[in-house]
């Protein structure tokens, strides 16, 4: 089983993940349902690479009891601030959502397997679908700090479900597909990216979005012989692996726990259920 490389260039060593509280710089309203929160946290900011998480405490008290996973969006390791991409699915998220400047929030990381940022550049193709872009940010910005031409596709039903355009255009080239056709082309995420390998070459394909998404990335890169990394969105429970209860099935028969050995994983590491 290929195991990519997960640089960590420019990133301090911790033994493992930390409890850390951390203060609220500001938290934006990006569409409906949609949030970006920033954080105070200059040791996660140090030591966390693209595809990680962390397991935010969303309540004062035990309901929910359960904290959230949140993958990490984007970091500001000279000004110690890590932010958050994330979509309002539920309690957790609603009390997350009313936190202000200046509340603290208790926070589990940097945690899981992120993506590979490996030396030696190359073309690649990075694709997010919906709130699924949240952890590419982060990855685009290492790229192409490891000297990768990167090409950036994001897809959503409508406009409004296109996040943080300006940001990702900073380190790429952006194209946007539209279920409604309200910006970009009209048409899914998938038929997007079949339509770039079809007319370009790529060294290797990055992928965050709904099962179907990536299921469909997972397939193409097959046909075209195309390394490719998967970001695996499972409900979790503890982050850290321990109680199994994020698991998907590995192509040696093997389970793995997407919190552990993920949320990253390889195109061929993987088999992917309904």
């Known amino acids: 089983m290929s195991i990519p490389n997960r640089s960590k260039k420019g990133v301090e060593e911790m033994k493992g993940p930390k409890e850390f509280s951390c203060r609220v710089i500001e938290q934006a309203a990006l569409a409906p349902d949609y949030y970006l929160l920033k954080l105070e946290a200059p040791e996660l900011a140090r030591n966390s690479y693209p595809g990680q998480f962390a397991m935010l405490g969303c309540s004062e008290g035990y309901d929910p009891f359960l904290r959230r996973p949140l993958g990490i969006h984007q970091v500001d390791r000279k000004k110690g601030q890590v932010l ?26 940097p945690l899981g397997r992120g993506f590979g940022c490996s030396d030696g550049g190359g073309r690649a193709m990075i694709i997010g679908a919906g709130v699924g872009v949240a952890p590419l940010l982060f990855l685009a910005s290492e790229l192409r700090a490891h000297r990768w031409e990167l090409v950036i596709l994001m897809g959503a039903r409508s406009k409004s479900g296109i996040l943080r355009l300006d940001a990702f255009m900073e380190y790429g080239e952006v194209k946007i597909a539209t279920e409604d056709g309200s910006c970009g082309v009209q048409g899914t995420i998938l038929d997007l990216v079949a339509r770039e390998l079809e007319s370009s070459s790529f060294a290797k394909l990055f992928a965050c979005g709904p099962l179907s998404v990536l299921k469909g990335v997972q397939v193409m890169s097959r046909e075209k012989g195309i390394a490719a990394e998967l970001s695996l969105d499972e409900r979790m429970a503890c982050g850290v692996g321990a109680c199994v209860g994020c698991v998907c099935q590995g192509h040696d028969g093997s389970y793995l726990r997407v919190c552990k050995e993920g949320p990253v994983f390889s195109a061929e590491e993987v088999v992917l259920g309904e």
Not at 87 to 93: I, N, Y
Request: proline share 0%; charged share 25%.
């Open 84 to 109: 958050f991409l994330y979509q309002v699915r539920g309690k957790g998220t609603e009390w997350l959502a009313k936190r202000c400047q200046n509340d603290k929030l208790s926070l589990l990381g």
